[in-house]
């Protein structure tokens, strides 16, 4: 059957506008070549496992990662259900991985690349037709409108290859056509604008509503992604749901939405709306690690960030946004905006980055970092919403990294799936929290929801000289009549105490937990404990109410991508009928030795000691300095408004000071 006047036309308007040329195609293969070579092997290996039929999700931003390989020796199942997992089914009906074929296509010139995509393409659309059974399990619109722009980038790479036949050609258009009707008749209105599946939805009815010549799907596609900017993504440019992957998943549509626009020579987006996609983009450059990965809060998994961050600076024009990507386009880059967007992207100055912290007061996330480069310091801070259904109990939550070794990190995700391990790893005992011991504040009712939503408390971020103070609270626990605070105070990347004050009834025994990457060993020491990495080394000693709290060395769990597990060392402190935990984690250098001593906090008007539950202070020495630590757990005033230790006062509630500089008053970190 041959194509009809409209297919025709539809055909020859993506041939002059996406598909890219042998010739094209070569210059990009030998850019990937020459400063890729790794995701090269990669594409090639993925491309070659499919040849053979053999299903492994491990590209870098397959939301749904699997570890194990899945062969189908003759007929392809497009429903199969691996290990009782739905994320198989959906993850493989996405077709991210047709992308490689058309890459592998540009690599080799080998037309079995291209013959498999078309014969997948073919055999797919032949077994799953949308229907009312299939619109919940390989017809999802999330799965739809990411498939549609998969389908696409891949045909513009094998075009031009004997094997797209007039036949096929048809048959792509068709199946376009379907998935733009799927699309445009949405009827996930009000989830469509507050989820991330309705920037991913919208903007492959986006890229349809061009090839297809539909104003309709262009209109509601322009509707759907403008409200997404305005509903979706705070003041401080983090999207709602708060998950750093997800958040990344939906600053990716975003771009993809501008690159498309730049092809067809649309204005989807004004300034301002474009400023809000950029501020998205900066969220992800200030939150990376140092090794430039997505910290893995709420659902997120270890995922580098800075193909990301490439493709935002070129499409942005940011030298900004270019310091913390690739020196060169990133791999997908090059096959998405060829030479052009490489020689673009050359040219674009970079601007230089400064160490130091940033905030995030909309989303409650603060980052301070000694630099930019792999063995910099990260201190990050979460104090947020749960934002739905991706969010974790993660509230007060510090993450950490020492000279570019990571300390103290979130436990990640691992399933979907309603078993044990998604309940634990989306549980407050899985961050570094304080809790009451043995009872979760917020207990699942689902994979998805809990059964309650306690609110946060913001409280003061600022930094002051070397030192840094961070403070928050949430009322996880008022129905036990119990408010928690967190305070925490840094000096420099050398010292961090953080202390945890439990407001109002007091529990029978309150606890923090703090969990290590996988390079860290724990060990007991005669006053705490010791943490080893690769390079690395801290003393960990805590106290309750001014006195020597209980530590407890443990393992938990960690799950970097999903569907991979692992175990690492976890420190479980607590302390009975107290009000207070304070932990010290004392970077120290060798064999060095470190000494903590608890003072009594004493006025300087009167000459009087401060009860522990009024007041505790602390003198922290290593072989370096000797710094004071005054925390109040009351309001100044009184008789008890100028308070300090070892003659040096203050008239705050959190000051701290260098006793070995013999200073003449502490400094007020919080008034």
């Known amino acids: 059957m041959a194509l009809s006047e409209k297919q025709r036309r539809q055909w020859e308007r993506f041939q002059k506008k996406m598909v890219v040329t042998k010739d094209q195609k070569k210059k990009r293969a030998s850019l990937c070549e020459e400063y890729w070579p790794d995701d090269c092997r990669r594409t090639l290996k993925i491309a070659n496992e499919l040849l053979e039929h053999v299903f492994l999700f491990q590209l870098p931003w397959d939301m749904e990662q699997t570890q194990e390989p899945v062969a189908f020796p003759k007929s392809i199942d497009w429903k199969y259900l691996f290990h009782e997992d739905p994320e198989f089914i959906f993850q493989m009906n996405r077709h991210r991985y047709w992308l490689c074929l058309g ?27 949308w229907t009312d059974e299939t619109e919940s399990l390989t017809w999802r619109t999330l799965d739809a409108g990411l498939r549609a722009d998969y389908w696409v980038r891949a045909m513009a790479l094998c075009a031009d290859s004997q094997a797209v036949t007039e036949e096929i050609v048809q048959r792509f258009l068709e199946g376009l056509e379907v998935h733009g009707r799927r699309l445009f008749q949405n009827p996930k209105t009000g989830f469509s604008k507050k989820s991330n599946w309705g920037v991913m939805e919208y903007a492959g009815l986006y890229l349809l509503g061009f090839l297809l010549e539909n104003d309709e799907y262009m209109e509601k596609a322009r509707k759907y992604l403008k409200s997404g900017l305005h509903i979706q993504i705070m003041d401080d440019g983090m999207q709602w749901e708060m998950s750093s992957m997800y958040h990344n998943e939906v600053l990716m549509a975003y771009l993809e939405v501008l690159r498309i626009a730049r ?39 270890d995922t580098n960030v800075r193909d990301l961050l490439s493709q935002a600076a070129l499409l942005l024009g940011s030298g900004r946004l270019k310091a913390g990507a690739f020196r060169q386009l990133d791999y997908e880059g090059i ?46 801070f979460v104090n947020g919403p ?32 309603d078993i044990s391990s998604r309940y634990l790893l989306k549980s407050a005992m899985a961050h570094n929290v304080p809790m009451i011991k043995g009872f979760e504040y917020a207990k699942s009712t689902d994979t998805w929801t809990f059964q309650a939503l306690p609110q946060c408390t913001p409280g003061q971020i600022r930094k002051k000289g070397e030192y840094l103070f961070i403070e928050g ?25 953080i202390s945890d004050t439990f407001i109002g009834t007091v529990p029978n025994e309150i606890a923090q937990t703090f969990h290590f990457g996988e390079t860290i060993h724990l060990s007991m020491a005669e006053k705490g404990a010791e943490g080893r ?43 009975k009928n107290a009000r207070t935990l304070t932990t010290f984690l004392i970077r120290r250098q060798g064999n060095e030795s470190v000494e903590i001593i608890s003072e009594p906090v004493c ?28 925390l109040l757990h009351q309001e100044v005033g009184n008789s008890t408004d100028f308070n300090g230790i070892q003659g040096m006062y203050g008239l705050g509630r959190t000051m701290v000071c260098r006793l070995d500089q013999k200073p003449d008053h502490m400094t007020v970190l919080q008034w």
């Open 103 to 129: 890459q592998a296509y540009g690599i080799t010139g080998d037309e079995r690349y291209v013959k498999e995509f078309v014969a997948q393409m073919v055999d797919w659309m032949k077994k799953e037709p």
């Open 263 to 301: 092809v067809w020579n649309d204005k989807p987006f004004s300034q301002e709306e474009i400023a809000i996609i950029e501020s998205m983009a900066y969220v992800t450059l200030a939150l990376q690690t140092p090794t430039g990965h997505q910290p893995m809060t709420g659902d997120s998994d």
């Open 335 to 380: 096959w998405m905006f060829g030479i052009q967007g490489f020689e673009t992207y050359e040219n674009i100055k970079t601007e230089a980055l400064q160490p130091g912290l940033v905030t995030f007061p909309c989303s409650g996330q603060a980052v301070m970092r000694s630099g930019w480069g792999e063995d910099s310091s990260w201190l990050y």
């Open 386 to 417: 749960l934002g739905g259904g991706h969010g974790h109990q993660d509230k007060l939550h510090l993450g950490l990294w020492m000279d570019g070794e990571e300390v103290l990190t979130d436990s990640g995700r691992y399933t979907y799936k």
């Open 473 to 497: 609270a949430h009322e996880g626990y008022m129905a036990q009549g119990t408010l928690v605070k967190r305070r925490i105070i840094a000096v420099s990347f050398d010292l961090f105490a």
């Open 533 to 575: 990495g690769h390079g690395c080394g801290f003393d960990i000693r805590s106290f309750s109410e001014g006195k020597p709290a209980k530590i407890e060395l443990e393992t938990s769990m960690i799950s970097r991508h999903y569907n991979q597990l692992g175990e690492r060392a976890s420190v479980s402190i607590s302390g």
């Open 603 to 630: 006025n300087g008007v009167n000459g009087q000691s401060l009860h522990a539950r009024e007041g505790e202070g602390y003198v922290i020495t290593t072989k370096n300095r000797k710094t004071g630590l005054v």
